[in-house]
């Protein structure tokens, strides 16, 4: 079959994306590519559900900016097709002299970033908006909400058949041919011709990539992500949203505490190593995955600059005392029997050559195909301003 515009991964930046090319050009020809037996199975389906608010991110970033356009679009886009959110609000804690000017740079970049709604708190003022929280000082965001990502892609993918989109699951794309006037992606059961390609293939884009004939600058290093559940008694003294001040080294947000629409409460999540790329547990074993990382120059410099680091992020994850004390820095009360099980995700973390962990969104062009090679959080948030800015990217004849 033939399909003009060809989209690799049925995450909700795939998704997300098929559905702008449909509603920018009606009776388009769209046809989007999943290896898996349903849609949003691997990032988007373990993420922790947060709206981010876009304090976290360089005024004038890529993330800043779709993050902002990204939180609108997705409160329209919730309210118009009845899924569920709930506004709980977010305090990011400073429980050490230290983190007191990261606090402080938060509330500008925040200011910067077109947040009107951000509250510095001292101690006291905490103790009213977070009871069972101690710390030196917050920056109080009253207005992030939670939400069902997977109800999301749902609702996308209705909007997608209704345009006449078409999605094919078990279809896993390992060859892109590319042609002056055509691309063909071929799957395990079938090749399909197009006249572009949009990878949003996640965990896999840089061999989507590969795949295509490029060379991209960065590569996928997996960090699983494990939470715990709070004890009920424990979480029912937690009101909204509970973040430590994050180190800028890094592109994650450190163990927090997140409330869920069930009602339970989860702590997490860590950064560890996976050992594949879809490795959700120590068990997950690929040795795929793990001789191409550590064949990787770019591999070896990260780890040779953050080994310490990740010494410790894997003394969390071996150790549930070394997991309270972490959370107990701002959640003095916890005991080790407080965290019950819980689940875990995988972030697609993108890395170059020197070492470097990419904190911005990334793309890369080729003539008939763009590349999505690092749409880590908070692409969830900002799936539909992502979807924008990939559709301005292709040429009016290619659709």
Same mark, same amino acid.
């Given at each position: 079959?033939?399909?003009?515009?060809?989209?690799?991964?049925?995450?909700?930046?795939?998704?997300?994306?098929?559905?702008?090319?449909?509603?920018?050009?009606?009776?388009?020809?769209?046809?989007?590519?999943?290896?898996?037996?349903?849609?949003?199975?691997?990032?988007?389906?373990?993420?922790?559900?947060?709206?981010?608010?876009?304090?976290?991110?360089?005024?004038?970033?890529?993330?800043?900016?779709?993050?902002?356009?990204?939180?609108?679009?997705?409160?329209?886009?919730?309210?118009?097709?009845?899924?569920?959110?709930?506004?709980?609000?977010?305090?990011?804690?400073?429980?050490?002299?230290?983190?007191?000017?990261?606090?402080?740079?938060?509330?500008?970049?925040?200011?910067?970033?077109?947040?009107?709604?951000?509250?510095?708190?001292?101690?006291?003022?905490?103790?009213?908006?977070?009871?069972?929280?101690?710390?030196?000082?917050?920056?109080?965001?009253?207005?992030?909400?939670?939400?069902?990502?997977?109800?999301?892609?749902?609702?996308?993918?209705?909007?997608?058949?209704?345009?006449?989109?078409?999605?094919?699951?078990?279809?896993?794309?390992?060859?892109?041919?590319?042609?002056?006037?055509?691309?063909?992606?071929?799957?395990?059961?079938?090749?399909?011709?197009?006249?572009?390609?949009?990878?949003?293939?996640?965990?896999?884009?840089?061999?989507?990539?590969?795949?295509?004939?490029?060379?991209?600058?960065?590569?996928?290093?997996?960090?699983?992500?494990?939470?715990?559940?709070?004890?009920?008694?424990?979480?029912?003294?937690?009101?909204?949203?509970?973040?430590?001040?994050?180190?800028?080294?890094?592109?994650?947000?450190?163990?927090?505490?997140?409330?869920?629409? %069930?009602?339970?409460?989860?702590?997490?999540?860590?950064?560890?190593?996976?050992?594949?790329?879809?490795?959700?547990?120590? %068990?997950?074993?690929?040795?795929?995955?793990?001789?191409?990382?550590?064949?990787?120059?770019?591999?070896?410099?990260?780890?040779?600059?953050?080994?310490?680091?990740?010494?410790?992020?894997?003394?969390?994850?071996?150790?549930?005392?070394?997991?309270?004390?972490?959370?107990?820095?701002?959640?003095?009360?916890?005991?080790?029997?407080?965290?019950?099980?819980?689940?875990?995700?995988?972030?697609?973390?993108?890395?170059?050559?020197?070492?470097?962990?990419?904190?911005?969104?990334?793309?890369?062009?080729?003539?008939?195909?763009?590349?999505?090679?690092?749409?880590?959080?908070?692409?969830?948030?900002?799936?539909?301003?992502?979807?924008?800015?990939?559709?301005?990217?292709?040429?009016?004849?290619?659709?």
């Amino acid at each position: 079959m033939s399909a003009p515009i060809i989209i690799v991964g049925g995450g909700i930046v795939g998704l997300a994306t098929a559905r702008e090319l449909l509603l920018r050009n009606p009776g388009a020809d769209v046809l989007l590519l999943e290896k898996e037996a349903h849609l949003a199975t691997h990032q988007t389906g373990h993420n922790s559900g947060v709206i981010h608010s876009g304090v976290y991110y360089a005024p004038g970033s890529a993330k800043a900016l779709g993050c902002r356009e990204g939180v609108a679009l997705m409160n329209e886009f919730c309210d118009r097709h009845d899924i569920p959110r709930r506004a709980v609000g977010k305090v990011i804690v400073a429980t050490l002299p230290g983190e007191l000017p990261g606090l402080e740079k938060l509330h500008r970049q925040g200011v910067a970033n077109g947040l009107s709604d951000l509250r510095m708190l001292d101690r006291d003022a905490l103790r009213e908006v977070e009871p069972a929280v101690t710390g030196l000082a917050a920056l109080h965001i009253p207005g992030v909400a939670i939400v069902d990502y997977t109800r999301v892609c749902e609702k996308l993918r209705k909007e997608i058949d209704e345009a006449g989109g078409i999605i094919r699951t078990h279809s896993h794309v390992y060859k892109v041919i590319c042609y002056p006037s055509e691309i063909i992606a071929v799957t395990d059961t079938d090749e399909y011709r197009g006249t572009f390609l949009i990878n949003c293939g996640g965990l896999q884009c840089d061999r989507v990539a590969r795949a295509s004939g490029i060379e991209p600058p960065v590569r996928l290093i997996p960090f699983r992500g494990e939470y715990y559940t709070l004890r009920k008694e424990v979480a029912d003294t937690v009101r909204g949203l509970v973040y430590p001040v994050p180190d800028p080294r890094y592109p994650f947000l450190g163990v927090h505490l997140t409330p869920t629409l %069930t009602g339970d409460v989860t702590a997490g999540p860590n950064a560890v190593l996976a050992l594949a790329r879809e490795g959700y547990r120590w %068990t997950d074993i690929s040795l795929r995955d793990i001789r191409e990382m550590t064949m990787y120059s770019g591999f070896w410099r990260m780890a040779a600059q953050h080994w310490r680091t990740g010494v410790y992020e894997v003394s969390r994850s071996l150790s549930r005392k070394s997991y309270a004390d972490c959370v107990r820095r701002f959640l003095s009360d916890l005991s080790v029997d407080d965290l019950g099980p819980g689940g875990s995700g995988v972030r697609a973390q993108a890395v170059d050559a020197s070492g470097q962990l990419i904190h911005d969104f990334l793309h890369v062009r080729q003539e008939r195909a763009v590349h999505i090679l690092n749409a880590p959080s908070p692409a969830a948030t900002a799936s539909l301003s992502i979807a924008k800015r990939i559709v301005d990217l292709i040429e009016p004849g290619s659709i």
